[in-house]
């Protein structure tokens, strides 16, 4: 089972980038998918999060209205396409899968990188946003 990010970079402040998360030794269709984010000195957090069955989903209070997590079945790969982009939200990205214990609902609480249903995780894509 592999998790491959990608799509991090320098970007001003007011930019976009699309960050990709690519799956492989299991299908999209099995689990639930997130970002999560880490900043020096900071802990990680989730960032969003979307269900097996893409009916449910989650942002992070902060990046409601300029983040949106999305899949691509065909690929096997989930995106988050970050709009609007400001200083802080430089950070290490990460990708997880997790399952959830309570129907397909995701919440903060499920969308939290200690929840116990994770499963998989990538490595980080490193995200500048600096003018």
């Known amino acids: 089972v592999q998790l491959q990010a990608s799509g991090g970079g320098l970007v001003q402040p007011g930019g976009s980038l699309r960050l990709s998360c690519t799956a492989s030794?299991?299908?999209?269709?099995?689990?639930?998918m997130g970002w999560f984010r880490q900043s020096p000195g900071k802990e990680r957090e989730g960032v969003s999060c979307?269900?097996?069955?893409?009916?449910?989903?989650y942002y992070l209070d902060s990046v409601k209205g300029r983040f949106t997590i999305s899949k691509d079945h065909a690929k096997n790969t989930v995106y988050l396409q970050m709009n609007s982009l400001k200083p802080e939200d430089t950070a290490v990205y990460y990708c997880?899968?997790?399952?959830?214990?309570?129907?397909?609902?995701?919440?903060?609480?499920?969308?939290?990188?200690?929840?116990?249903?994770?499963?998989?995780w990538g490595k980080g894509t490193l995200v500048t946003v600096s003018s």
């Open positions: 997880a899968a997790f399952s959830t214990y309570v129907g397909d609902l995701v919440t903060s609480r499920e969308c939290h990188p200690y929840y116990n249903g994770m499963n998989y």
């Open positions: 030794g299991f299908t999209l269709k099995d689990q639930n």
């Open positions: 979307i269900s097996k069955n893409d009916d449910s989903s």
